[in-house]
């Protein structure tokens, strides 16, 4: 697995000039899947698939794609895990994919890169507010164990939990967090809160009704991570989200950024100072056309096909999500950053989309994991 450490020791997480490595890398863990899980050899046949035709960058194209329905419903492996993860699954199927010892080390080099590009390494410490799980040894969900990564990008002064777990559930405790802000207005030290976009939107939302402004520290952040879970209807504008944070909070828009990934492809994807989600160096993005699945042009909505060669565990070198994106070139943000970057811009998932009323009430009750 010689490719896939070098691509992702690779220092500049937006490097233009990876297709050749990523290529390399792609067709060694294809080489590896097909010889170590028999259902993936079984696919790739059947698509009449070998590693022969992986000859250019275009070809990735063609990789057998394993929907992340699918993995929801059958556990597949290649070779022993050194850890295990789980999506959040809000209907009771969840994936679970494991990780050898090499993934968590290319994990681990990716997240250092990126977070150091985008400035979220610090070494002033600070408050850190979850706004999700409290860890709890039967949650394995990766939103968990990734929340709790990101309080280590600036030494932790303590930790508190949104989501408490009490009595075999997790509730929610507004009113905790609400009174640890007040206290934290005295604090010399910034406060960085990461999670759920939806139970960050709804803290806000209480704070600003009930008149409490709380003035953080310089160098307080907001990271978003986890989606919008099962509350899609009541996703609010980005515009509309950073005006409430720089009213509540006085942090303004520079100072949030927000995560996307799934247990099933887990790549960093950090928004640029934009808000866009460029692909990184270890990962690409196919869209595709939601009937025939054929790979669409850049700024055609589909279904969002991720590929990446960072597990050897679990066949997930190339996954089909349910979200719906688009992807658009690179030079078009304006950043700076020149990799093309991918809006998300729905899912095709009907039943897990709650009404707004629906979706506030389960917020407030508390989820199941
Ligand atoms: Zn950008």
């Given at each position: ?25 792609v067709?060694?863990?294809f ?6 899980c ?15 035709a992986?000859m ?14 699918f ?9 022993p ?72 990008f600036?030494?932790?002064?303590n ?10 559930k997790y ?5 905790g967090?609400?009174?640890a802000?007040?206290?934290?207005d ?6 960085r ?8 939107f ?5 704070l ?5 402004h ?8 907001i990271?978003?991570?986890?989606g919008?879970?099962?509350?899609y ?32 492809h ?6 640029c100072?934009?808000?866009?989600f460029?692909?990184p160096?270890y ?13 669409v ?19 997930v070198?190339?996954?089909m999500?349910?979200d719906?994106?688009?992807?658009h070139?690179?030079?078009s943000?304006?950043?700076g950053i ?32």
């Amino acid at each position: 697995m010689k490719y896939r450490h070098s691509l992702f020791s690779d220092k500049n997480p937006y490097d233009t000039q990876s297709d050749q490595l990523f290529l390399e890398a792609v067709r060694e863990n294809f080489h590896y899947q097909y010889r170590h899980c028999k259902e993936y050899r079984k696919l790739s046949n059947g698509l009449h698939f070998n590693a022969n035709a992986l000859m250019s960058i275009e070809d990735i194209m063609r990789l057998p794609c394993i929907p992340t329905l699918f993995l929801k419903r059958h556990r597949m492996k290649s070779a022993p895990a050194f850890v295990r993860a789980t999506s959040s699954g809000t209907s009771g199927q969840f994936s679970e994919i494991g990780f050898d010892f090499g993934a968590l080390l290319c994990g681990f080099r990716m997240v250092r890169q990126t977070a150091r590009m985008h400035g979220l390494l610090s070494p002033t410490p600070c408050h850190y507010i979850i706004m999700g799980y409290q860890p709890h040894r039967g949650n394995r969900t990766a939103v968990t164990k990734t929340a709790y990564g990101a309080t280590f990008f600036a030494p932790a002064l303590n930790r508190r939990y949104i989501l408490k777990y009490r009595d075999g559930k997790y509730a929610p405790d507004f009113d905790g967090i609400i009174s640890a802000l007040k206290k934290l207005d005295n604090s010399l030290f910034p406060v960085r809160f990461m999670g759920f976009p939806s139970y960050t939107f709804f803290l806000m939302k209480q704070l600003d009704e009930r008149g409490i402004h709380v003035t953080l520290k310089k160098g307080s952040k907001i990271m978003l991570g986890g989606g919008w879970k099962q509350f899609y209807a009541e996703q609010v504008d980005k515009p509309a989200f950073y005006r409430l944070a720089e009213k509540v909070f006085g942090v303004t828009d520079h100072d949030i950024v927000e995560f996307y990934g799934a247990v099933e492809h887990p790549i960093l994807y950090c928004d640029c100072p934009n808000h866009h989600f460029h692909v990184p160096t270890y990962s690409r993005v196919v869209i595709r056309d939601v009937d025939t699945l054929a790979p669409v042009p850049m700024g055609t909505p589909g279904l969002v096909n991720l590929i990446t060669p960072m597990i050897r565990a679990t066949p997930v070198l190339s996954v089909m999500t349910d979200d719906i994106g688009i992807l658009h070139s690179g030079s078009s943000c304006g950043c700076g950053i020149q990799t093309p970057y991918l809006e998300i811009i729905g899912r095709v998932a009907p039943n897990d989309i709650k009404t707004c009323a629906a979706g506030a009430a389960d917020i407030l009750k508390g989820v199941a994991i």
